[in-house]
């Protein structure tokens, strides 16, 4: 199986979020950047199915943030080529992204493209489902596992729903998958490893060019939410902290 | 059928209507109000009549019957959506954040080359356009944006839009498409249930939930002391969760359990919308992270800005002591 996963860069919401000068957009040069969790998951999906029964696995990303620790340390996991999309400035929203992402797989013949379902800064989600219509394939998303079918040519899927239900469904390849979990939380590689990977891994450049369309929408203003309806604060140390908490629960008739 | 009217994709989950419909029907009401348009509401059932009564918040209720539309197959699913879109040209529609929503919104919006938000909290119309409120990173920020295209294709962030139990007029019309649907390449199986016999944490009063700031597998027996001590039981966000720390049925979320309890004390949870998704309503919540922007200070009665690894310890300290 030839499998095509796509790999991007977020801002890290641990760190203190800026607004840039346009109020319209964040502050990217202030920001740091982690791997989208998601993808994450869809890079050890693509590794775990490349254990279980033989594939290619194809990491793709646009050269952006940190993005070469996170492609060393795919090629450390186990992934075979690493394509990396130049870019010329910063990350286009997700309908052109999913357009670059397309041309750059489309070469790959891939049976298979996975992506991560959700990535935290998009505001008209879904770079999977974008790709999967620019490349004219099927798509289903918030796939937690994947599994070779005994039908040749077809796989098998788990969707989640609430209450921690899941579809399962069979998938006639090729297609693209949202992915929101591996079968296995994504593996940690030691830094050892990822050096090692330095060492012996060549990214492969894909320039593509998309034809610039129209944007649908337009960010009018991007501000944190209002502060007004923020908890009441219990101040000082762990165990004063811990006292007022035990006293709300004892007035509230909860320590019995 | 007019330009101004705004048409609702209803979802059925286990025979019942989400309660995410409930929500839209509140959210389209206003913008039809705006524009003069009606609310349609588009179920996929052979039996439109079955669900008329809590479909009554439209104006009108269109269901569509094809042997494709029983269970979830994403294909006939927006064959038979963009069908309806096509011929009562909608000024938006709206769908909900959940599974089906997130497959469904986005690839419309791709078909259509209309504009789509997700994460919707607040749709107003602004002219011949739409302004949206929608959340943005993890809920730490919000944006405002504008679509003028039409239709707009709107996914709502669920527990967004209060149900108003306003009443339509609610005519059912039953259809069937113009021609069979296909199947598509994506069948459903079977359905997969969570394993019964663990301990369910939609019927307890006192929940601990802990979230990444727990670190630690071995961490979890502070948490466990602390459920213990005050006569509860530990739930997890979904990372917890993917580590195979927790059994799914401990997750609380949209992919996980929705709960209600008398107090929910969430450590190191950072109050992303699939998380609070599941808990917002609980009746007291207190929250412990180390970061004073996280989100679930939004929604919290108590916040602190400690430790959870030092404060769980000190708590069921004090909460034995109060004990006695
Ligand atoms: C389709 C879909 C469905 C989803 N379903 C669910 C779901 O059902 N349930 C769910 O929970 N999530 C769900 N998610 C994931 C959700 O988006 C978030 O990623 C997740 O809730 C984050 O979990 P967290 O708060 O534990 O982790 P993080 O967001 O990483 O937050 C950890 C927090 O801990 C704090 N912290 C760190 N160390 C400490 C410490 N020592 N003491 C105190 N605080 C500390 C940090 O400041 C941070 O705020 C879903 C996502 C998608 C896309
Ligand atoms: N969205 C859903 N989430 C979980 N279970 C569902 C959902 N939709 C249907 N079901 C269940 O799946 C079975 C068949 O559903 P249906 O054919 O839609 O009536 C029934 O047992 C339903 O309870």
Redesign the interface.
Known sequence: MNIAVVIRQVPDLIEPLEIDASGSALDLDSASFIVNESDDHALEQAILLKEAGGATVNVVALDFGNVDDTLYAASAKGADRIFKIPLDGLPPPPRAAAALFAEAIKPLQADLVLVGVQAHDELDGGVSPFLAAAMNLPYVGVIRGVKAASEPGTISVCKEFPGAVMARLKVKLPAVLGILGAEQPPRYVPVSRIRAAMKSTQFEERSVATSPSEPLLSVCRLYPPASGSRAEMLSGSETEVAARIAEILAQKGMVK | MSAQDILVLAEI?RDALADSTLELLAAARGLAKAGGGQVLALVFSPDGARHAPSLSAADRIIAVDDPQLT?????PFLAALQEIIASEKPRAVLIGG??IG??L???L???L???????CKAIEADGDAL?VT?S??????????????SPAIL?ALPGSFRPDGEAGKAVVEQRKPAAPLSA???????????QAGDVDITQQD?LVAVGRGIQQKDNLELAEELAQT??GAVCASRPVV???WLP??R?VG?????VKP??Y?ALGI?G?PEHQEGMKAAD?????NT?P?A?I???????????AL??LP??T???Q???G
């Open positions: 989950q269970a979830y197959s994403p294909e959940t599974s997130w497959d919104g986005p690839l919006a791709a078909r080359g209309a504009p789509l938000v997700t994460g302004r929608a943005f990173c993890g809920g730490k920020m919000l944006a405002e944006v504008r679509a003028k295209a996914v598509g390449a994506i069948a459903f199986d079977d359905w997969i249930l969570p006192m005050l006569g993917d580590q195979g799914p049925t997750q949209k992919s996980g359990m929705t008398k107090l004390l950072s992303a007291l919540i207190i929250a412990v970061d922007k989100p200070f939004d929604i919290a009665h108590y916040g602190a800005e400690v430790d030092d404060l000190a708590l300290a004090a909460l002591a109060k004990k």
